[in-house]
């Protein structure tokens, strides 16, 4: 499995959340966003739908009417109702999770301390792969992992 660690800087999260969805979904796979926090899940559903014509996002939430058919869910659990296989943490908090091959856990300066707590104990984790991206300008940057 592996876990990216994305600092969120410039861009927000609804942002970044598209920006991924965008090529996880691109791949044929599908996508859970999980958060806490009832707007922000709201706030990404509408980034989602309004990505544009040529990169339309359907998405649903996972307690929702035909949850199983949507290619991304949004949900406060990290329970898949829709055979995902990419995860993204959206409020910075990371959670027990099992059958994705890839998790994204974003964060910004609020929850970076969390962040490297996270990093941190998943140590020695066997069959784990850890990456760490930060902006640069722009662009994101890999510089650990």
Known sequence: MKVDFWQLSRDPVEKVVTLIAQRVVGSG?????????????????????????????????????????????????AESANSASHIIFADGEYRDHTGFERAFLLFDDETVEAARATWRSLDDTDGLERAFFRQDGGKWVKVAG
Request: charged share 25%; hydrophobic share 40%; proline share 4%.
């Open 29 to 77: 796979d599908r996508l859970l966003v999980v958060s806490n926090d009832t707007a922000q899940r709201e706030a990404i559903s509408r980034t989602l739908w309004r990505a544009g014509p040529e990169s339309f996002l359907a998405n649903g939430e996972a307690d929702g009417a035909g949850a199983d058919k949507q290619p991304i869910l949004l949900s406060d659990a």
